[in-house]
C-alpha cells in the first residue's frame, strides 16, 4: 500500500494504512483491493439529467469514458454535478451557471480524484464545468455530448433554434398557421444531442477543442454518431496518462489557447454567449482577457464555415466535411501552433486530425474564399456602453450596421411583452428598440432576450430585422442587429438605465460606436436622479447573485470566485 507522498492525491485519502481505512473500506464495493494502492482515480464530472435534454445521453459516453480509464490503469467513479437545461430552466440557465461551477469545483475538490473528465453538452454545462475545474486545476478533459441530428419538414433541413426565430416571427406576422408551427414542432428534435446550429451548445463545445482541453473533433461529432463514443473512449485513456504525467489545467489553458479559441470562434460564426463564458473561464486562471480581445483577435479571422445561424448548413454536415480541424488546418498561419492541449502534443497536431472524408467547400470555405472577409465579435463603445457592447456582424442586416433612429424603450421585459404588439405604439421600421432590466443583476441572470420580436405592426410589412439595444444575452442560435451585453447594464446605473422614448441613438459598427445623442451634461443629469429600484429578491441564491455578479464585460462570475484557488482539503473524516 502507497504512503502520502506518492505524488497522487488521491492517496491523501487511500494511501494511509490506518487513517484510510474508512475511505477504503466504504468504496470496497465491488472494488478490488488493488483500486487503492497507488492507480490514478479519475472522477468522470455527468450532467446526465431527463430534465436537460441535451445532456439526457451522457451516462452512455460516461460508460465509454469508464472503459478507457480502466484499460489504462486508473479507476474510474462516476459522479453527478448540477445540470442546466438551456430550454427549461426558468427564469434562465445563465443564473445557475456560477452555481453549477462551485458545485463541480466542490464536488472535485472534497473527493478522492487525480484527474477529471467532465462530460457536458447543453450551453451553460460546458462554460459552467470549466470554470469549476479550472479553479482546482487538475489534468482534466472536456468531452461534449454532442450535437443532434438534422431534422426536416417538407424537404427542408430544420435547424434548431434558428427556425424556432424564423417561423416564431412568420406566425406572428400571421404567413404561418399554429397548426403548420405544431407539425414544425414534431419534427425539429430528430435525435439525442444539442442543437444543430452553431448554438452555444456547439460553440462551447468547438471552443474546448480550440482551446486545447477537448481531444480532436471533440466539437462537431454528432451525439449519434458512434465516433462520439469513440471520442470518449480515448478521453478515458488519455486522462490517466495526464495524472502520469501532472498536465494539468492551467498548462494547458495559457493566453496562447485563449487568443486561439477566439480566432476560431470567429471562423466558424460562434455564438456572442462564447465571450461571456471565455473571460469567466479566463479569470478563474488569472489569464488576462478583455472584451477588446475579442473585437482586435476576430478581425483579423474571416467566416469559413457556412452553418446557421450565419449561413446554410447544420453540425453533421460540419463534421462530415472535415470538422473543427480543417478550420484550424486554414487558419494555421494565424493561430500559436505550439499552444498547450490535453493530447501532449502541440496544438498544431489538431490541424492533421481531419476527417477522412472530402471536405465540402461549401460547408468550410477554404482561406482565399470565404463566406466572409471579416467575421467576428464587433465590440462597440460610446456614451450608451461605457464599458463595452457586443454585436454579432455575421448574423446581422449589413444595410443596418450604420443606423440612426429614434428610440422606443422598454423598461422590462414584461413591458414588452405588454406594449410590443399595441396598435397605438408609435414605433416604425426605421426606431430603434431598446430593452432594459435584463442584465446580470437586473433580470437577474442576463437572459437571451437580446433578439426580442419585432412590433407586429412592423413584421406586417415584411421587415424581419431591425436594430435592439439591451443589457441581455440572445442565444447562439439566434440573429438580427442586436446590441448585447451593454456594460454597465441599466440596473446597475449604466447610461442605459437613462434612455427614453424619442432620444436618438446612432449605431456604426465600421467604427465600432453606440452613441444615445445627447449632450454630456444632460447624460451627467439624467444618471444623478436615477434611483436604483429595489431588488425583486431579497434571500437565497438570487440574493447572492445579485450582490456579487460581475458585469458582462467581465464573464458574469461571481467576484469572490476570481482566480484560481488550490487549497488542498486537509480534514479528516471522524
Known amino acids: 500500500m502507497l504512503l502520502i507522498g506518492d505524488g497522487l492525491r488521491s492517496q491523501d485519502w487511500f494511501g494511509r494504512p490506518l487513517e484510510g481505512f474508512a475511505y477504503r473500506s466504504w468504496m470496497k464495493r465491488g472494488l478490488p483491493d488493488d483500486a487503492f494502492d497507488g492507480r490514478p482515480i479519475i472522477g468522470i464530472a455527468t450532467t446526465q439529467s431527463d430534465l436537460t435534454p441535451c445532456n439526457s445521453h451522457v451516462d452512455e459516453i460516461a460508460e465509454h469514458v ?18 442546466l437545461g438551456e430550454t427549461q430552466i426558468r427564469p434562465t440557465a445563465m443564473l445557475l451557471r456560477n452555481l453549477m461551477a462551485m458545485d463541480v469545483e466542490e464536488s472535485i475538490r472534497g473527493n478522492p480524484m487525480d484527474g477529471v473528465v467532465l462530460l457536458g453538452g447543453c450551453d451553460k454545462t ?41 417561423f416564431t416571427a412568420e406566425v406572428r406576422a400571421g404567413t404561418m398557421s399554429l397548426e403548420e ?55 478515458g485513456r488519455r486522462i490517466v496518462e495526464m495524472v502520469h504525467e501532472g498536465l ?8 496562447s489557447s485563449f487568443e486561439n479559441a477566439i480566432r476560431v470562434l470567429a471562423a466558424i460564426g460562434g455564438s456572442t454567449n462564447a465571450v461571456v463564458h471565455l473571460l469567466a473561464i479566463a479569470g478563474r486562471l488569472g489569464v488576462e ?18 452553418l446557421r445561424p450565419s449561413g446554410e448548413h447544420l453540425m453533421g454536415d460540419f463534421f462530415y466535411s472535415g470538422g473543427l480541424p480543417t478550420v484550424l488546418h486554414h487558419l494555421r498561419d494565424i493561430l500559436d501552433g505550439d499552444a498547450a492541449t490535453v493530447t501532449g502534443r502541440p496544438f498544431s ?41 457586443v454585436l454579432k456582424p455575421n448574423a446581422a442586416t449589413p444595410e443596418l450596421m450604420t443606423h440612426r433612429g429614434r428610440a422606443v424603450v422598454f423598461e422590462s421585459i414584461e413591458d414588452y411583452d405588454a406594449r410590443i404588439d399595441d396598435p397605438d405604439l408609435d414605433v416604425d421600421e426605421h426606431c430603434v428598440l431598446v430593452l432594459k432590466g435584463c442584465g446580470p443583476m437586473g433580470y437577474p441572470g442576463m437572459p437571451e432576450v437580446g433578439n426580442f420580436g419585432l412590433p407586429k405592426k412592423v413584421l406586417a ?16 442560435t439566434a440573429y438580427g442587429t442586436v446590441v448585447l451585453h451593454t456594460a454597465p447594464e441599466a440596473a446597475a446605473g449604466g447610461p442605459l438605465a437613462v434612455v427614453r422614448d424619442g432620444d436618438m441613438i446612432s449605431l456604426d459598427v465600421p467604427n465600432r460606436s453606440l452613441t444615445l445623442e445627447v449632450s454630456d451634461e444632460e447624460l451627467a443629469r439624467r444618471l444623478k436622479l436615477w434611483v436604483r429600484p429595489d431588488p425583486e429578491y431579497t434571500r437565497g441564491y438570487y440574493r447572492l447573485y445579485i ?28
Request: aromatic residues 4%; neutral net charge; charged residues 20%.
Open 461 to 476: 410589412k415584411g421587415i424581419r430585422d431591425m436594430v435592439r439595444i439591451s443589457d441581455a444575452r440572445m442565444s447562439g
Open 126 to 166: 460546458t462554460p459552467a464545468q470549466l470554470m469549476g475545474a479550472a479553479s482546482v486545476d487538475l489534468p482534466a478533459i472536456m468531452v461534449s455530448g454532442g450535437p443532434m441530428l438534422n431534422g426536416r419538414y417538407k424537404g427542408r433541413e430544420l435547424g434548431s433554434g434558428t427556425d424556432v426565430w424564423n
Open 547 to 574: 450582490d456579487t455578479v460581475l458585469q458582462a464585460d467581465q464573464g458574469c462570475d461571481f467576484d469572490f470566485l476570481v482566480g484560481k484557488t488550490t487549497r488542498p482539503v486537509t480534514r479528516d473524516i471522524h
Open 66 to 83: 469508464k472503459r478507457g480509464v480502466w484499460e489504462a490503469g486508473g479507476v474510474p467513479l462516476v459522479f453527478p454535478t448540477t445540470s
Open 248 to 255: 494539468t489545467m492551467s498548462q494547458v489553458l495559457t493566453r
Open 181 to 235: 408551427f405544431g407539425e414544425i414542432e414534431s419534427c425539429m428534435t430528430r435525435s439525442r444531442g444539442s442543437c444543430n446550429t452553431m448554438g452555444t451548445a456547439s460553440a462551447m463545445a468547438c471552443m474546448s477543442e480550440a482551446l486545447g482541453i477537448a481531444l480532436p473533433h471533440n466539437g462537431a461529432i454528432p451525439a449519434a454518431d458512434s465516433r462520439r463514443l469513440r471520442l470518449a473512449h480515448l478521453a
Open 289 to 306: 482577457l478583455t472584451l477588446d480581445d475579442f473585437d482586435r483577435l476576430t478581425r483579423e479571422s474571416p467566416l469559413l464555415v457556412n
Open 349 to 389: 497536431s489538431y490541424a492533421d486530425a481531419v476527417a477522412a472524408e472530402t471536405a465540402d467547400h461549401d460547408v468550410i470555405r477554404p482561406l482565399d474564399n470565404p463566406l466572409k472577409a471579416e467575421s467576428g465579435i464587433a465590440v462597440l463603445h460610446g456614451n450608451l456602453c461605457p464599458r463595452g457592447a
